[in-house]
């Protein structure tokens, strides 16, 4: 009889919700729409917070900008993702602070210690800040980001390996629902229409640099769910994913993405060949002697490239080298020196995290302008993930981003000598060539400040430093036998 009671209260209930909630929408008031999303988010928070970790992975692609749900808003977050992160830090702290657990592994792991000194730096540099609001906000975001995708994500993967294929499948199906919108909205205006890729992302990127970025970290993941499947059904699903991704990124028509794919192919041809590291960094030593010795003759012909970005595919790859008449590579040059200057003038502290955008326009020079410049400096970020902290936070927190991408791939790469089972090392492989996507992404833009790209930055972070303390606890219970 009670059951039968609170049905029909909750029944009831609803009703009222959902009449006051049309009459609302008819008035032009939709906040209350995201009350039940609310309610679903605090029941998942409480009662299932793994399903809950793999929704949210799921719909960091697909999050989109609160403002365009609620115009006019004085404040701005992507929505529904931040939120939750939120509500799952929250929930992580005090379980632990109520368990008193913390995962003491990480203590001794070189990639937790190089992200403690990153963090810890930025908190320093928040207090000479020249905009202490903005920065206390970027450190917050960089927290939850790292707190749920790198540390929950080792918890869960740590307590079972099969999180880590859950991870990686939600994340393609948002992102394959994300391109199909992005490639049906592109096709209206013509899929070999360069322009209309720039915002056919839209709501759900900024821009095609973030959405090409995204995807360099998709298409690796989508050719391992291949050659792991054991079933056909997930083979030909898989495959066809990775293909699918593949056109997506070439209509994507974001020239920084295909070069990041190219070097990580590269890096995957070293893998697949077993080429001694020792080999590579002796070709890289020659490379860049090579280039530093020709620099004079590189740039004179770069400068005569006076293609520029447009629906050609070629002529769009041939503009990637042109300093001369390319408006948007003419634009990062100017962001990059401008990001140096204001290095220059803080090196230690910087100006405070994430104030580039509303700091560099007195850093612009004059004859690096270029027609898309603005003398109010409106434009956004440095492009450029190193050289954006180190004018932002100084030295020491750049040295810690380079220190966590060396520890990671260095982790990796020990690996892949160690590990037998050619599913794990598949999955290794797979981190590492994501993860060099963004590592030269990183030279030309930068998008750690949008879930869509941290999720597979730090989520790949987190599942090479599982494996990695998943391998020294198995081999210390090995010890312990044979003892």
Not at 320 to 331: H, K, M, R, V
Not at 391 to 398: F, L, N, Q, R, T
Request: glycine share 6%; charged share 15%; net charge positive.
């Amino acid at each position: 009889m009670k059951l039968k009671h609170d049905i029909w209260f909750v029944a009831v209930l609803s009703l009222l919700f959902i009449a006051a909630n049309a009459f609302l929408v008819y008035k032009g008031f939709s906040a209350f729409s995201v009350i039940p999303l609310l309610l679903l988010i605090g029941f998942w928070v409480f009662f299932a917070p793994e399903k809950l970790f793999f929704a949210l992975v799921l719909l960091a692609p697909l999050s989109i900008p609160l403002r365009r749900l609620v115009p006019g808003l004085p404040f701005d977050f992507w929505f529904p993702t931040e939120p939750i992160l939120v509500f799952l830090l929250l929930m992580l702290i005090m379980k632990s602070i109520r368990d008193r657990y913390f995962h003491y592994e990480l203590l001794n792991h070189p990639v937790f210690l190089a992200i403690i000194l990153y963090l810890g730096w930025i908190v320093i540099a928040i207090v000479p800040s020249e905009m202490i609001v903005v920065s206390i906000k970027y450190f917050l975001v960089r927290f939850w980001f790292i707190g749920i995708f790198f540390y929950l994500s080792v918890l869960l993967f740590r307590k079972d390996l099969r999180n880590i294929n859950r991870f990686l499948w939600v994340f393609t199906i948002g992102m394959a629902v994300v391109s199909m919108l992005t490639i049906i909205k592109h096709s209206g205006s013509g899929l070999l229409n360069q322009r209309a890729a720039h915002s056919a992302c839209g709501p759900f990127f900024i821009d095609h640099t973030s959405y090409g970025a995204a995807l360099a970290f998709t298409i690796p993941i989508a050719i391992y769910l291949f050659t792991s499947a054991k079933s056909s059904i997930v083979k030909y699903l898989s495959l066809g994913l990775s293909v699918y991704f593949i056109l997506a990124i070439i209509l994507s028509y974001s020239r920084a993405a295909w070069v990041s794919l190219i070097f990580a192919a590269g890096v995957w041809l070293l893998i697949l060949f077993k080429i001694r590291f020792r080999t590579v960094l002796v070709t890289l030593f020659i490379l860049f002697a090579t280039f530093f010795t020709f620099q004079d003759e590189i740039k004179w012909r770069m400068e005569r490239n006076t293609t520029d970005s447009s629906g050609d595919l070629m002529e769009h790859v041939s503009s990637i080298f042109n300093i001369s008449t390319d408006a948007s590579n003419l634009e990062r040059i100017n962001r990059w020196y401008a990001a140096i200057d204001m290095f220059k003038e803080r090196p230690l502290f910087g100006w405070g995290p994430g104030t580039y955008q509303f700091l560099y326009a007195p850093f612009q020079r004059s004859y690096l302008k270029t027609i898309i410049s603005t003398n109010f400096g409106t434009l956004g970020n440095a492009h450029s993930e190193y050289l954006g902290l180190m004018s932002e936070a100084g030295i020491v927190a750049a040295i810690g981003y380079m220190l966590i991408i060396i520890f990671t791939l260095t982790c990796g790469f020990k690996l892949l000598r160690t590990l037998t089972e050619p599913q794990h090392r598949g999955l290794i492989i797979t981190c590492l060539v994501g993860l060099i996507t963004y590592v030269i992404h990183g030279f030309l833009n930068n998008f750690l400040d949008s879930d869509k790209i941290a999720a597979p930055f730090w989520g790949f972070t987190a599942i090479i430093v599982a494996m990695d303390l998943y391998r020294k606890s198995n081999l210390s219970a090995e010890v312990g036998k044979n003892e």
